[in-house]
């Protein structure tokens, strides 16, 4: 019997390896709209794989689209605003809109980190913050320039593997 349409793998689903921003060579996150792919209009829910030595995306910050992020598999870390917190499978991760913490998710071990995230569809009006990347900021049509103060940390947001060494 053939499985219903409503009824998928996140592996079969899995797009290309190409996730990026403009003007940059580094690879992102692999993102799987699981959600579109089984019919659903109404939630946004994504399989995300990182591949070691790989962020999700430049640190940033949402002005009305909420955030949860429940880790799968692996060991990564969380940047929010400058700050590593180390994360493993089971734990969740909330993002309020409009409070303005940036945040990436950081892969720096060996083997791949899965996460299933949920979020609200986007919302006309929301405006997103990228503290670490203002010539990017720039050229978004959504850019949030009234956000709440932050105040930030040592970490620049990077995986180890992007750093360069001190000589």
Known sequence: MKRPDYIKHWHVLEGPDNAGYPGSDEKFAISTPVARHVGLRRLGVSHIRLPPGRRTSYPYAQSSDELYIYVLEGYPQVWVNGSLHELSPGDSVGFVPGTGLCHTFLNNTAEDVRFLVVEEPPHPDNRTYFPLNPGYA????????????????????????????RR
């Open 138 to 165: 720039a050229t978004r049509h959504d850019r949030w320039i009234d956000h709440p103060p932050q105040f930030f940390g040592a970490h620049d947001g990077k995986p180890d593997q992007l750093k360069k060494p």
